[in-house]
């Protein structure tokens, strides 16, 4: 079978590059002797591989004598760049992107040192708009590693920025293929890893996932998209297309129009299209601004941007300057990058808003339409969210606090928001107590091994906890109805970052807590969540109101995975300068496949371990009243 796709991937390189000599000689084309592939890599830049088979030599030279050709017409342009995935796309490619000029320079079987090489004739000369880039995949054919491929990679990026320090950039990650085709999926992570190391930090340039936007579950190209595990075919080019777009979008080459939406009778606009009036960050907002301070979040044409963090991945958090006390129905609508991340804060619990079907937590959702528009509606009665996407149920019951602003997180990739609108119905909830997470939490999973028993920690447990205001006068907390009552409960809601989790051990911790990280599917779902349906009084409260047992019953979500969780809780009222805090403790073992994860079974120095099913998970999460509380974990 292996031997049948790399002899299927050599005929159909093959063909294309018959073909395109083909058309070229029926038009009996000038071959410039100044476009031939120099003879020697003598005084060439970059390192690596140079393709100089017959072939090659003929389809480079002859494409690019016909660019020269016709330079003066692509002048301005937004040159996509690359090899024979991009020369495949043809040069109608434009009829993707309404009102853009674009140039089509992809050669097919080219690499990054000829890209390079050619970069100042076929690309720069035109003094494009912006440049699409995507390489890399034939240097792995060509036997070079990946850190010469990123290395060549950077000085691209370095010549382009000469050229023009504004102009934008947007890098692809190479795509996914197979190690049939010579193009193992391990080293095209790695490649990618290097490419994002490269653009770090860089603003000029949009990193986009174009890798996790076709690989499948081991990595690979799949058949559906890509016949020859390397060549997209015209599903795997609308994807491309729909991939691009919204970038294409907020940097203002499409869509330019605005978008005049009418809200439903009864509706008001959160957001006014124009501007992010209405909106702001704790300390300030950005009324009559089109941007946020430091450019994060923009307004234009109607949409609500969430920008790719040239960081990578950086968390920010834009909320509404009202609060909103009544029962409400929120509407809106979003779009996301490949792989994107971001949130939507119902007055401060967050439902998680990302590229469902690639970045999870909702994988399974029908209706959801990747890079395109997609509704969100949040019904908020009695302190509790229901919120669909499509109207497909994402959370049938989310406790929410009493009052709150609506917030957008940002985290990875761009998320777009539109048509922001909220209907308020009912009269505002009774006032409550509300406490969030204060400084002094801690959690520890312990487990077991065939080599040694092994302990994780981590110090910041997020979240808030809402009760009746009885609850701070009465001790007894007899006339605390939630606290007596079977099927109700106060409302908490509680998250733990995976990464603020660490292996306590004294030898290769970092290599223990990537394993760990690995294995709960940390990208995908970063955060441990548990939300609070029942808490009932266990035996007797005491004189002074503390300690108190409770009987619980909640929702526990980890590596996107949620199981019902019933444990003993203990709360204690502890004094402090600032007011009465709260600290909740108590104990469970969980299986780690009731979560969908497999025990690691790592291989390190000392040979390879075997972690038992069965942890142990002890916390004391410490929380303190509203006021002056700490923000809710990232």
């Known amino acids: 079978m292996k031997i049948f796709a790399r002899f299927a991937l050599l005929v159909a390189s093959a063909l294309l590059a018959i073909h395109t000599t083909a058309q070229t000689d029926a038009k009996a084309p000038q071959v410039d002797p100044h476009f031939q592939i120099p003879a020697s890599d003598d005084g060439l830049p970059?390192?690596?591989?140079?393709?100089?088979?017959?072939?090659?030599?003929?389809?480079?030279?002859?494409?690019?004598?016909?660019?020269?050709?016709?330079?003066?017409?692509?002048?301005?342009?937004?040159?996509?760049?690359?090899?024979?995935?991009?020369?495949?796309?043809?040069?109608?490619?434009?009829?993707?992107?309404t009102g853009m000029k674009v140039a089509n320079r992809g050669i097919s079987g080219d690499t990054t040192r000829g890209v390079l090489i050619r970069l100042q004739e076929d690309v720069l000369s035109l003094d494009p708009s912006g440049v699409v880039l995507l390489i890399?995949?034939?240097?792995?054919?060509?036997?070079?590693?990946?850190?010469?491929?990123?290395?060549?990679?950077?000085?691209?990026?370095?010549?382009?920025?000469?050229?023009?320090?504004?102009?934008?950039?947007?890098?692809c990650q190479v795509f996914p293929s197979s190690a049939t085709a010579k193009r193992p999926a391990d080293q095209i992570k790695k490649i990618n890893q290097l490419y994002a190391a490269v653009v770090k930090g860089d603003a000029q340039v949009v990193f986009i996932e174009t890798w996790s936007l076709f690989a499948d579950a081991q990595g690979d190209a799949k058949?559906?998209?890509?016949?020859?595990?390397?060549?997209?075919?015209?599903?795997?080019?609308?994807?491309?297309?729909?991939?691009?777009?919204?970038?294409?979008?907020?940097?203002?080459?499409?869509?330019?129009?605005?978008?005049?939406?009418?809200?439903?009778?009864?509706?008001?606009?959160?957001?006014?299209?124009?501007?992010?009036?209405?909106?702001?960050?704790?300390?300030?907002?950005?009324?009559?601004?089109?941007?946020?301070?430091?450019?994060?979040?923009?307004?234009?044409?109607?949409?609500?941007?969430?920008?790719?963090?040239?960081?990578?991945?950086?968390?920010?958090?834009?909320?509404?300057?009202?609060?909103?006390?009544?029962?409400?129905?929120?509407?809106?609508?979003?779009?996301?990058?490949?792989?994107?991340?971001?949130?939507?804060?119902?007055?401060?619990?967050?439902?998680?808003?990302?590229?469902?079907?690639?970045?999870g937590p909702y994988k399974t959702l029908a209706q959801y339409k990747p890079q395109d528009w997609n509704e969100i509606v949040v019904a908020v009665q009695g302190g509790v969210a229901h919120c669909t996407c499509n109207g497909?149920?994402?959370?049938?019951?989310?406790?929410?606090?009493?009052?709150?602003?609506?917030?957008?997180?940002?985290?990875?990739?761009?998320?777009?928001?539109?048509?922001?609108r909220l209907k308020e119905v009912g009269q505002a909830a009774d006032a409550a107590l509300m406490y969030g997470a204060r400084p002094g939490s801690k959690v520890t999973i312990e487990g077991t091994s065939t080599i040694h028993d092994w302990t994780v920690e981590g110090a910041i447990i997020g979240g808030i906890f809402e009760i009746d205001p009885a609850f701070q006068t009465d001790k007894t907390l007899k006339s605390v109805a939630c606290l007596n009552t079977k099927g109700?409960?106060?409302?908490?809601?509680?998250?733990?970052p995976v990464r603020s989790l660490k292996s306590k051990v004294a030898v290769a911790s970092q290599r223990m807590d990537e394993v760990m990280y690995e294995a709960m599917r940390m990208k995908e779902n970063p955060k441990i969540t548990y939300t609070l349906n029942e808490m009932v009084i266990k035996g007797t409260v005491p004189e002074s109101g503390t300690p108190v047992k409770f009987d619980t019953k909640g929702d526990l979500m980890i590596s996107g995975v949620t199981n019902k969780l019933e444990?003993?809780?203990?709360?204690?009222?502890?004094?402090?300068?600032?007011?009465?805090?709260?600290?909740?403790?108590?104990?469970?073992?969980?299986?780690?496949?009731?979560?969908?994860?497999?025990?690691?079974?790592?291989?390190?120095a000392m040979g390879a371990i075997k972690t038992g099913d069965e942890v142990t998970v002890k916390f004391e999460w410490v929380t303190g009243q509203k006021k002056d509380v700490a923000p809710p974990a990232k």
């Open 392 to 420: 497909e149920v994402l959370e049938a019951s989310m406790a929410v606090p009493a009052t709150g602003p609506i917030g957008l997180e940002g985290d990875r990739g761009q998320m777009e928001y539109r048509r922001i």
């Open 567 to 604: 444990m003993e809780v203990t709360m204690e009222r502890v004094a402090s300068p600032d007011g009465e805090m709260l600290k909740f403790s108590g104990s469970k073992v969980l299986k780690m496949t009731d979560f969908k994860i497999q025990p690691p079974a790592p291989k390190l």
């Open 223 to 359: 058949s559906a998209e890509f016949p020859d595990l390397l060549h997209p075919n015209a599903i795997g080019y609308a994807k491309w297309a729909a991939a691009l777009r919204p970038i294409f979008a907020t940097l203002g080459f499409m869509e330019t129009e605005p978008d005049n939406f009418t809200p439903e009778p009864g509706f008001v606009s959160l957001f006014n299209g124009r501007d992010l009036t209405g909106w702001g960050y704790r300390t300030n907002n950005f009324d009559g601004k089109t941007m946020s301070s430091e450019g994060r979040y923009v307004a234009k044409n109607g949409r609500l941007i969430v920008t790719t963090p040239p960081e990578g991945s950086k968390i920010a958090q834009l909320d509404t300057t009202r609060e909103f006390p009544k029962d409400f129905i929120l509407k809106l609508e979003f779009r996301a990058t490949p792989n994107a991340d971001s949130g939507i804060f119902i007055r401060q619990p967050q439902l998680q808003c990302r590229d469902y079907l690639i970045a």
């Open 488 to 496: 109700k409960g106060p409302i908490a809601t509680v998250s733990i």
């Open 136 to 171: 890399g995949t034939n240097d792995l054919e060509e036997h070079a590693d990946a850190e010469t491929i990123a290395a060549n990679l950077k000085l691209i990026l370095a010549e382009l920025k000469k050229h023009d320090p504004k102009m934008p950039v947007v890098l």
């Open 46 to 97: 970059g390192a690596g591989p140079i393709r100089r088979y017959d072939w090659f030599r003929n389809l480079w030279a002859e494409r690019r004598s016909a660019w020269a050709r016709h330079a003066d017409q692509d002048k301005g342009a937004w040159v996509f760049l690359g090899d024979s995935i991009t020369q495949g796309w043809g040069d109608d490619m434009g009829a993707n992107f």
